[in-house]
């Protein structure tokens, strides 16, 4: 059973230019959850997604960040029109229950 | 609401030797989960061990165990007999155990060296 995957790992964006984050769960899980990592922080909610569903953004900035959890495909994190301060490492994770496994990660870095 | 706190950004130990990392939390739910994670420097999540709250017996897996203070609300990680590849970044982290629950709530980390 492959874990929770990512891709890319490492993302590039100028200024100005929109980034797009994939997460695929580990199978089986209907839950994913993305997390955000700045510089010598801890991860913080972001977002949870059920299939279709947005459950809870609360933890998303209001503007230019959106998530969707299609029924078909992986889950997507999308950042519009990128700043230097979205510069970080963009997790998700994904559950069945309470338990959430995490993926290796997306390093974004705005340039 | 939640919070997690690690007041020691970074710790070092001799290899082979007991090293305790701290950790203390606040929350307003009734029951709850403890975890410790690790990060090594490829940046992956690693859950190391996990505690629940409602149980009083410390959580050990391998050289890992915690020392789980429920009124005090501090869940310490003690690795013992370290090893190289346990350097890593250490993060503590609390979620609620109901259904309603599901944002995983992480200190700021503590920066593990082992030091051959």
């Known amino acids: 059973n492959a874990g929770v995957m990512q891709n890319p790992r490492h993302l590039v964006r100028r200024r100005g230019q929109e980034a797009r984050l994939r997460c695929s769960p580990m199978?089986?899980?209907?839950?994913v959850y993305w997390y955000r990592q700045l510089p010598e922080e801890g991860l913080k909610f972001m977002v949870y997604l059920q299939k279709e569903n947005i459950i809870d953004e609360s933890g998303m900035p209001k503007e230019r960040f959106s998530a969707e959890f299609p029924k078909e495909g992986p889950s997507i994190l999308r950042i519009q029109q990128v700043v230097r301060g979205d510069s970080a490492a963009y997790f998700c994770?994904?559950?069945?229950?309470?338990?959430?496994?995490f993926g290796p990660g997306t390093r974004l870095t705005v340039t | 609401a939640q919070t997690v706190t690690q007041s020691q950004p970074e710790m070092s130990v001799q290899e082979a030797e007991t090293v305790t990392l701290s950790c203390t939390y606040d929350?307003?739910?009734?029951?709850?989960?403890l975890f410790w994670y690790k990060q090594p420097p490829s940046r992956q999540m690693i859950l190391v061990i996990r505690q629940e709250a409602y149980k009083q017996q410390n959580a050990t897996e391998n050289r890992f165990s915690v020392n789980f203070q429920k009124a005090a609300k501090s869940f310490s990680l003690k690795i013992s007999d370290s090893q190289l590849g346990d350097a890593a970044m250490y993060f503590c982290a609390t979620i609620g155990s109901g259904a309603g629950s599901y944002q995983l709530t992480f200190g700021k980390g503590t920066k593990l060296s082992v030091i051959p």
């Open positions: 994770a994904s559950s069945i229950k309470s338990e959430q496994y």
């Open positions: 929350t307003s739910e009734s029951d709850y989960y």
């Open positions: 199978k089986g899980h209907s839950h």
